[in-house]
């Protein structure tokens, strides 16, 4: 089993987020964004990174950010128990590796917060074929606009 607050893969080193990574997270999804941070998406942030409902965690390889997962935590009214929402940012270069290896940690972290099932929006917006792809070689499968991977 994952250690719950990090874990080492070879020269990827999975650690807990910092409410400081927003930079990191804004040169993952736009490097040229990087220069027109506003104080409210900075406040946003600060305030989701740090908010308990959420697990978030930082890949690293050799000290820099290859990617990024976030886990936001909800009850649901028909089923009993938690449910996760997974978002997940890696480029795509990385993605193969260190995103399977962000999505086996988040599903562990799900799991160990009592979760039955853990899944992710499929959107024409956040979700690329390799994205997708990924996502089913993790063994979420496809409901609707929605991929779901059942944690027991």
Same mark, same amino acid.
């Given at each position: 089993?994952?250690?719950?607050?990090?874990? &080492?893969?070879?020269?990827?080193?999975? *650690?807990?987020?910092? *409410?400081?990574? $927003?930079?990191?997270?804004?040169?993952? #999804?736009?490097?040229?964004?990087?220069?027109?941070?506003?104080?409210?998406?900075?406040?946003?942030?600060? *305030?989701?990174?740090?908010?308990?409902?959420?697990? $978030?965690?930082?890949?690293?390889?050799?000290?820099?950010?290859? @990617?990024?997962?976030?886990?936001?935590?909800?009850?649901?009214?028909? &089923?009993?128990?938690?449910? !996760?929402?997974?978002?997940?940012?890696?480029?795509?270069?990385?993605?193969?590796?260190?995103?399977?290896?962000?999505?086996? $940690?988040?599903? !562990?972290? !799900?799991?160990?917060? @009592?979760?039955?099932?853990?899944?992710?929006?499929?959107?024409?917006?956040?979700? &690329?074929?390799?994205?997708?792809? #990924? $996502?089913?070689?993790? @063994?979420?499968?496809?409901?609707?606009?929605?991929? &779901?991977?059942?944690?027991?």
């Amino acid at each position: 089993m994952l250690e719950p607050r990090t874990m &080492s893969q070879g020269p990827v080193t999975i *650690r807990r987020g910092k *409410r400081t990574d $927003f930079p990191l997270l804004l040169q993952l #999804l736009a490097p040229t964004l990087l220069q027109e941070i506003e104080k409210t998406q900075l406040r946003y942030w600060r *305030r989701v990174a740090s908010d308990p409902a959420h697990d $978030f965690y930082v890949a690293e390889q050799e000290g820099t950010v290859c @990617g990024m997962v976030l886990v936001s935590y909800i009850r649901s009214l028909t &089923s009993q128990g938690w449910q !996760a929402v997974l978002d997940l940012v890696a480029p795509a270069s990385a993605l193969r590796d260190v995103g399977l290896l962000l999505l086996t $940690f988040a599903k !562990a972290r !799900a799991q160990q917060r @009592g979760c039955q099932q853990i899944m992710v929006w499929n959107t024409a917006t956040n979700q &690329s074929e390799q994205l997708t792809m #990924l $996502f089913c070689q993790a @063994g979420f499968l496809h409901s609707g606009e929605v991929l &779901s991977c059942a944690l027991r």
